[in-house]
């Protein structure tokens, strides 16, 4: 009786301990199929999520953002200006999606993977529709949130002149680039973010350094996101240092397009066609 017991009290001390893809690995058949299910069944209900809640949390998680342009300046402001400095100021970088991920807001380029996934799996106008829907309210809350920050940042006597110098120069580096160049550095970030979702799933225990080490990459190789850059256009536009046009043609539209082909349709169809014979639907 008392070795049943002890034996019992093991079992369910090794329950509680074990992760979620852990558990349906012994049903399914890789550890890709289980990360797989537990983002489709997110995916699943980030698409049954009221309008109203989701604008709300994505207008919050385009606020938020807006901290990873202002730690970058303000490291930025403060570092001596040299190669190794650049290294130290794009930690800053990191801040914005560390505090939006933590705090379970909604962040547009998330969502180029985990709705996706439910529509591949069953790919119905009725999906479709919901993953529209989702798209289009996250990327607007997370604009609006963006031009709300923008605009304090600009219009307000918040910082140093060092620091709103700082600001500037981040947004005008940013629009060195082409549009082809926008949109094809935006398939970097777009494929670095999706991957930072998935393996999110699979190293619980390592969330911070996940999104510390792939939102740094995306920082020190300058690979535009549409949130984050959003703002700093937007604080270049409202300084009346840069048209609209160029802000919407030369960085928006390339920069949005390359972001959803390097999340959905480089690495969620590709994350999808391994585990697509597997997958429980």
Not at 32 to 54: C, F, P, S, T
Not at 100 to 110: D, K, N, R, S
Request: hydrophobic share 50%; net charge negative; proline share 4%.
């Amino acid at each position: 009786m008392s070795q049943s017991s002890d034996t019992s009290e093991k079992e369910v001390v090794h329950d509680v301990s074990r992760t979620e893809v852990e558990e349906l690995e012994e049903d399914l058949p890789s550890a890709a199929a289980a990360v797989h299910q537990l983002i489709r069944e997110d995916g699943e209900k980030e698409m049954e999520r009221d309008i109203r809640a989701l604008l709300w949390s994505a207008i919050a998680g385009g606020i938020t953002l807006s901290t990873s342009m202002l730690a970058r300046a303000v490291l930025e402001a403060h570092l001596p200006d040299t190669g190794a400095a650049f290294l130290l100021e794009a930690a800053g970088y990191t801040i914005g999606f560390i505090l939006v991920i933590a705090a379970g807001q909604q962040l547009f380029t998330e969502n180029t993977v985990t709705p996706m996934l439910p529509l591949m799996t069953s790919p119905t106008r009725r999906n479709l529709f919901k993953v529209s829907r989702l798209w289009t309210v996250v990327l607007f809350g997370n604009i609006l949130g963006g031009l709300l920050s923008a605009a304090v940042f600009a219009f307000l006597p918040l910082f140093s002149p060092e620091v709103d110098t700082s600001l500037a120069k981040i947004g005008h580096h940013l629009m060195e680039n082409s549009a082809w160049e926008m949109f094809s550095k935006g398939i970097m970030s777009g494929w670095l973010i999706a991957t930072l979702v998935w393996t999110l799933y699979s190293f619980e225990k390592w969330t911070l350094p996940m999104i510390f080490l792939v939102t740094y990459l995306i920082g020190i190789g300058d690979f535009p996101h549409i949130i984050v850059g959003a703002i700093e256009v937007a604080y270049l536009v409202f300084l009346g240092q840069l048209g609209v046009v160029p802000a919407i043609f030369q960085f928006g539209i390339p920069t949005l397009l390359g972001n959803i082909v390097g999340g959905t349709f480089i690495f969620a169809l590709i994350s999808h066609a391994q585990v697509r014979s597997e997958v429980k639907t």
